[in-house]
């Protein structure tokens, strides 16, 4: 069965959707099956496979909402990456939002539901959840079996991290005794920057091992995969950013080879 990972973070604008887009292709180019789900209501991930709301008569929406099959709103991501698959979101309005938002308040269990007749169908499954600690997070860490974190490479990035371990020790306690680390990965890093090798010290002191050992630049090639509509692998396969996401998926499958070990 594959794994379920959610990608998490309190704060915006810190690589969460970029990665969720970059490793999956990344992960995907070597021959894994991954899923991406977006429950982000400012439809991140789709945009950046060209699936805006308006194009995706169901999605994310649909199956939260109305009980649409889940496989009924999954849907290729790129044609040169044919085990790449998309589930997106396809809110419309703010009246769309909040109706979507009620099922997570109504039923915290609603994504494991939701997701258990295609887990067996991926080795990944990553889900792109708001840059918030609020419903939609709190079941995806509950459907989860463990947890990304993105960490910019800055101090507000870092003061962070504490409220999301604090939501996912809830989570575990509460609602899914088998939720897990999956990692903390540091992003945006500017080598310019004097102060970035002191937070990447930091980071790693407070962290320790769970923290990735690949660190993401800050790219702007990066900042052009939603107005090129698929992932940086596949119009520059030799930025920075691509070298990086490709580095980090290598990393995970030699840590997942070891404990298969």
Do not use: W
């Not at 496979?49 to 099959?69: R, T």
């Not at 708001?130 to 993105?150: E, G, M, Q």
């Not at 930091?202 to 769970?210: I, M, P």
Request: glycine content about 6%; some cysteine; aromatic content about 6%.
């Amino acid at each position: 069965m594959g794994q379920l990972i959610a990608i998490v973070s309190q704060k915006g604008g810190v690589g969460k959707t970029s990665t969720a887009v970059n490793l999956g292709a990344c992960l995907s180019a070597i021959k894994k099956r991954v899923l991406l789900v977006g429950l982000d209501p400012q439809c991140g991930l789709a945009k950046c496979f060209g699936m805006d709301g308006n194009n995706v008569q169901v999605g994310a929406f649909n199956v939260i909402k109305d009980g649409v099959s889940v496989s009924e709103a999954i849907y290729p991501a790129h044609p040169r990456l044919p085990r790449l698959e998309v589930l997106p979101e396809n809110i419309l309005s703010t009246v769309e939002e909040n109706q979507y938002v009620s099922v997570f308040n109504r039923d915290v269990n609603c994504l494991v539901k939701i997701m258990e007749p295609v887990r067996r169908k991926y080795d990944f499954i990553f889900v792109d959840c708001p840059p918030r600690l609020d419903n939609p997070t709190f079941a995806a860490l509950v459907a989860a079996d463990s947890y990304l974190v993105p960490v910019q490479c800055e101090y507000a990035s870092m003061a962070t991290v504490g409220r999301v371990l604090r939501s996912a020790l809830e989570v575990k306690r509460l609602h899914n005794t088998r939720l897990g680390i999956f990692g903390f990965l540091i992003t945006m890093a500017d080598k310019r920057a004097g102060f970035t090798l002191k937070v990447v010290q930091e980071v790693r002191q407070y962290l320790k091992e769970r923290v990735f050992r690949t660190i993401i630049p800050r790219d702007p090639r990066l900042a052009e995969v939603p107005d090129r509509r698929e992932p940086i692998i596949a119009f520059d396969i030799q930025s920075p950013g691509a070298k990086a996401y490709i580095q980090l998926a290598r990393e995970i499958l030699g840590m997942h080879s070891n404990k298969a070990g």
